[in-house]
């Protein structure tokens, strides 16, 4: 498994309150995106916090041997992950199903960034979408209105999430064209964030995964400016080292409305069977 990513202030912003992960799990991958709700610097908080309680997770749950998590936050620019060390998925497999895991890891998140806010005597939030390759399964977990798209060579780019939110609900159910949901002004109302509320639902997805399938995941900083058949046009030029920068570079030059990030993870394994 291999992954890039990037991530930017965008133009309009004063600080970025996007965060994003990746982590090696032996011979599996988990990336995660995370964009910071409330201004101020909570929304900062709240998006670290819930990619480093993420990895904190994954880590005690997924790896049999100890990982070689990389830095929750580089900076913006491709970061390429190193193919893993050593070591394989511990059985979550085995045990429980590797979706629960992530579903888990959203909750404690979604505790930790609860209390955090308490203590600060603010109201912290932030999307949480999680992505988890091993070889031949796909699982996502997520929250809140960043997206994961499964691009395919063979059959062009899909979204798997829904945007949590009531635009993104009249989206889902084919009200609203991509286009027409970048422009309606109840756009930004979220019905479900991490960290907010006593309950939040998880969406679970998970699915068949084969190799040279890309998995991409992002805010809305780049879903608001950059269109389904441009990333894929993007994800099909080949070089996916360059695909994050290339595409917080497109929603930049849109205006840079908000903050964007983005990460690519490229599924290959050697098949053994």
């Not at 997924?62 to 998925?89: F, K």
């Not at 979604?110 to 796909?138: Q, Y």
Request: aromatic share 2%; charged share 25%; proline share 5%.
């Amino acid at each position: 498994m291999r992954a890039w990513a990037a991530s930017d202030c965008g133009l309009v912003r004063g600080h970025n309150e996007d965060a994003y992960l990746v982590l090696e799990l032996g011979d599996g991958l988990a990336c995660a995106v995370a964009d910071g709700l409330g201004g101020m610097q909570s929304g900062e908080v709240a998006a670290a916090l819930a990619v480093e309680v993420v990895r904190e997770h994954l880590t005690r749950q997924l790896v049999r041997a100890p990982g070689r998590p990389l830095p929750a936050h580089p900076q913006a620019g491709g970061t390429l992950v190193d193919p893993p060390a050593g070591g394989a998925l511990a059985e979550p497999m085995a045990g429980r199903a590797a979706g629960e895991v992530l579903r888990d890891a959203i909750l404690a998140a979604h505790r930790r960034i609860g209390e955090a806010g308490r203590s600060r005597g603010a109201v912290m939030a932030s999307t949480l979408t999680l992505g988890l390759l091993a070889p031949g399964r796909l699982e996502i977990a997520h929250v809140g209105d960043s997206r994961a798209y499964l691009f395919r060579p063979a059959t062009g780019l899909r979204k798997l999430t829904r945007d949590h939110s009531r635009v993104g609900d009249l989206l889902w159910r084919g009200e609203l064209t991509e286009a027409q949901a970048r422009l309606h002004p109840q756009r930004h109302l979220l019905d479900q964030a991490v960290g907010t509320g006593e309950l939040i639902r998880v969406d679970l997805l998970g699915g068949d995964l084969e190799p040279g399938d890309i998995l991409l995941l992002c805010t809305d900083g780049l879903t608001a400016v950059v269109d389904s058949a441009e990333i894929a046009r993007v994800l099909a030029e080949g070089d996916l080292s360059l695909a994050p920068g290339r595409l917080v570079e497109m929603a930049n030059r849109r205006g840079g409305p908000d903050n964007v990030t983005v990460v690519v993870a490229e599924a290959h394994w050697e098949d053994t069977r």
